[in-house]
Nanobody, 120 residues
Framework: QVQLVESGGGLVQPGGSLRLSCVAS????????MGWYRQAPGKERELVAA???????NYGGSVQGRFIISRDNAKNTVYLQMNSLKPEDTAVYYC??????????????WGKGTLVTVSS
């Protein structure tokens, strides 16, 4: 069994910054792609950013140039540095990872989410 736990959400003023973290734990052999998604009230969940096991990154269009995704493979952790935050970035942010477990089976795992609110 594997688990993803996010942290770092909260209330921030427009133009501010936040850093989200997500730690994977459990029966992990390796982790392929890791990423962040978000869901705002009344909207569908969307990709924010993703990073492969070798560091290749992919960003959603609305965050390009403002957010930076990174990972620490030794710590099974993915980060999301969010800069120049806007009110429209307000959402629940979810961590996602494709985890290879002890049975060498790929598990598409999700965290429970962390709320980011951008407001003055």
């Amino acid at each position: 069994q594997v688990q993803l736990v996010e942290s770092g959400g909260g209330l921030v003023q427009p133009g501010g910054s936040l850093r989200l973290s997500c730690v994977a734990s459990g029966s992990i052999v390796s982790i392929n792609e890791m990423g962040w998604y978000r869901q705002a009230p009344g909207k569908e969940r969307e990709l924010v950013a993703a990073i492969s096991s070798n560091g290749d990154t992919n960003y959603g269009g609305s965050v390009q140039g403002r957010f930076i995704i990174s990972r620490d493979n030794a710590k099974n952790t993915v980060y999301l540095q969010m800069n120049s935050l806007k009110p429209e970035d307000t959402a629940v942010y979810y961590c996602n990872a494709l985890i290879i477990n002890q049975n060498y089976k790929g598990i598409d795992s999700w965290g429970k989410g962390t709320l980011v609110t951008v407001s003055s």
